[in-house]
């Protein structure tokens, strides 16, 4: 079966980095796109990133751009998304999500906290 289970997240102060990783099963990770998205307290989840199966092409949110990058290793079955510059309106749980018809599969979650 389908699992995504996510790492990396933290407390971090504004300015600082992560990294968020993706590790994938199930599935021929290869063949599909990966997204990121993000739900911060009290408000709905929103997508974060999209990349392509074989890596080439991303897309990401317009509040993310030119600091988060996405990326994916077929040959670990990975998928990561670099955070850089932080800021506190980053803070939320952090999903990876695989896109299926009728029901995307998600993972639990990774906790990621920007406070000084």
């Known amino acids: 079966q389908v699992q995504l289970v996510e790492s990396g997240g933290g407390l971090v102060q504004p300015g600082a980095s992560l990294r968020l990783s993706c590790a994938a099963s199930?599935?021929?990770?290869?063949?599909?796109?990966m997204r990121w998205y993000r739900q911060a307290p009290g408000k709905e989840r929103e997508w974060v990133a999209t990349i392509s199966s074989a890596g080439d092409s991303t897309n990401d949110a317009d509040s993310v751009k030119g600091r988060f990058t996405i990326s994916r290793d077929n040959a670990k079955n990975m998928v990561y998304l670099q955070m850089n510059s932080l800021k506190p309106e980053d803070t939320g749980v952090y999903y990876c999500?695989?896109?299926?018809?009728?029901?995307?599969?998600w993972g639990q979650g990774t906790q990621v906290t920007v406070s000084s």
């Open positions: 999500n695989l896109p299926r018809f009728p029901s995307d599969y």
């Open positions: 199930g599935f021929t990770f290869k063949n599909n796109i």
